[in-house]
């Protein structure tokens, strides 16, 4: 009896996926709940398991295909393994890559993550070698098990000598006077990412408006309480929970930032799932703290931490990404002093963080230097005022400049 295997639903914003990579091939023995094979969605990547034990007898769709919730990946065929597939012996396989000669790299019965089979495969190590930090390996995994063996070959490598010029480091440089070309495809999170900012443009009056926020009393209060803070929460005290709760509180007396659009009405959101936004491979993600008015300045800490592990690691799942009511991103990790953050839709704010610099201000008729950044709110026109937009700026300024007001009201 042969048993269709299907994209399954992943969510109710995710409708349609790519085959990032098959880990099976056509009279390969399966196991029920083995991974088959690869998808690469808009948020997350995802393993599809085989829903039977069985051979896989047909893959429908090659790598790279896209494929949408429903579509027929492949079959299997209940029962025992072919006589081809027991002896070994290839059925109407893909033709094989690199990647599946050799050492395969892919270590289909290992539990392993799909970011850490990509992982494994570019940096040539066998997952079946990796030590698990969890219940499956993840990319950090591969990349600690990968760093002793790129050490040594650094080690034995010639060393250039004293004044020579520091090898080129990446791919290697073009040669003088060549035009040279390069086409990638689109990942289908790039693709998905770049559909979405131009819809956000397209649809929403957007506008910016910008403040700046003397950091000088966070600072202060983050150095005197770091040390006790991380004794007894097991994490650092950074800035970012500062911002979370004085945007709850902003959000709280002006709750049309805490809003979205749906047709001619406003639904104004009584709940505050704060989006953050992180870097991941694939581009950036915006995961959720839900309920984040509830949480303190630890369960805020280490929900953001918890979210970079995820997006380095490839492990964000689509519940860590849905929803969210108004979100925070924070160019100044990267060094930008100034940007205008676009809107995550179907959110009608987003504020924007940015790079801590001294700079000369005024204060009290004299010029001293303080710790400034620059913030910047992007709000759908359409239902938030501009008055209302630079009031609950202000207003967040106002409470990270005075930080025991937050801390009072947690």
């Known amino acids: 009896m042969s048993i269709n295997i299907v994209v399954p639903e992943m969510g109710e914003s995710i409708v349609d996926a790519r085959i990032a990579r098959w880990l099976k091939r056509e009279g390969d023995a399966v196991s029920v709940g083995e991974p088959l094979v690869e998808l690469e969605t808009d948020k997350v990547d995802v393993e599809v398991p085989a829903p039977k034990n069985g051979v896989l007898e047909r893959i429908a769709h090659k790598d790279g295909a896209d494929v949408k919730i429903g579509d027929v ?44 089979r990509k992982a494994a495969r570019e940096q040539n190590v066998e997952l079946s070698s990796v030590a698990a930090s969890g219940p499956r390996v993840t990319k950090a995994d591969v990349e600690k098990q990968a760093a002793p063996e790129t050490a040594r070959k650094a080690e034995a490598s010639p060393k250039p000598e004293a004044g020579s010029p520091k090898p080129a480091v990446g791919r290697p440089k073009p040669e003088a006077g060549s035009r040279t070309e390069e086409r990638i495809r689109m990942s289908k999170r790039r693709a998905t990412i770049a559909k979405r900012l131009v819809e956000a443009q397209q649809t929403a009056a957007m506008l910016t408006t910008f403040n700046e926020v003397d950091m000088s009393s966070v600072m202060s209060l983050r150095e005197r309480h770091k040390e006790a803070f991380k004794k007894k929460y097991g994490i650092g005290l ?11 509180s902003a959000l709280q007396e002006f709750p049309r930032l805490n809003a979205e659009i749906q047709g001619d009405e406003m639904v104004l959101k009584h709940f505050y799932d704060i989006g953050v936004a992180v ?27 918890d979210f970079a592990t995820k997006a380095k690691d490839g492990t964000l799942t689509l519940d860590d990404l849905r929803g969210g009511t108004f979100s925070i991103t924070n160019g100044g990790v990267f060094g ?70 937050l801390l009072v009201e947690s």
């Open 73 to 116: 990946l492949g079959t299997i065929t209940e029962g025992a393994p072919s006589a081809a597939a027991a002896t070994g012996t290839p059925g109407a396989a893909p033709a094989a890559t690199s990647e599946t000669s050799g050492k395969t790299n892919g270590s289909p019965g290992v539990a392993a993550t799909p970011s850490a």
């Open 238 to 248: 950074g800035i970012a929970s500062f911002f979370v709760k004085a945007a709850i």
């Open 279 to 305: 870097g991941a491979a694939e581009g950036l993600v915006v995961p959720v703290l839900r309920d984040a008015d509830r949480m303190s300045f630890a369960g805020i800490e280490s929900g953001i931490r």
């Open 336 to 405: 930008s002093l100034m940007s205008t953050p676009i809107l995550n839709p179907p959110q009608v704010g987003i504020l924007g963080l940015h790079a801590i610099k001294e700079r000369p201000v005024g204060m009290n008729g004299q010029v001293v230097l303080r710790p400034m950044m620059y913030t910047a709110l992007t709000y759908d026109h359409r239902i938030v005022d501009g008055s209302e937009a630079v009031r609950f700026l202000v207003r967040v300024k106002e409470l990270v400049e005075d930080p025991a007001v």
